[in-house]
């Protein structure tokens, strides 16, 4: 019997290393996982959250993005112009072009003619109602400049005023205002 007890206490050591060694084992797992469930949060990742968040960054990412570009891009301030009252010039032009013989000269010059006001439309509405006499006006003051009156750009603007003196001078006599305050040549053409 006595070899019995001796064969079977090794065996029972035996049985026993194993189960603490079993133990010791899956207490370093439980190490582990507790571990590991306290170092990452203990819960799944939610994909939801972490894709809201990463497009609140974006949003503030863009929004620091466009406030630095605004930023170097305002370099000088435009400023508005203040509101001015505003003269608006009205211009109107003679159907036709006006052809006449020049003095002393067998050449003759064709022009066409617009006129300009910043006076108000009745001065336009006076000149189209008057339109035979002022046209008659126009060839008789083109006639009266010689070729080497109008030579020139200044021999043109002294036509143009002559013209224009003459059409504030008819329409002062047949409306009681004249008004022309330019002459404008669409075409100048001396041969």
Known sequence: MAEEEKEEEPKKGGLMRIIMMVLGVL???????GAGYFLFGGKPADPSQEIEEIIERKMKEAEAAKAEEEAANAGPQKK???????????????PGNFTTNLRGSRKFLQAGIGVSTQYDDNVITHVEDHQLSLRSSILAVMSEFSEQDIEGKSGRDA???????????????????????NVHFTSFMLQ
């Open 159 to 181: 036509l143009a005023k002559a013209i224009a003196a003459e059409l504030n001078s008819k329409l002062e006599e047949l409306e009681g205002f004249g008004g022309i305050e």
């Open 80 to 94: 508005e112009a203040p509101e001015v009252e505003k003269f608006i010039t009205t211009y109107y032009e003679f």
């Open 27 to 33: 207490a370093l797992i439980g190490v582990g996982i």
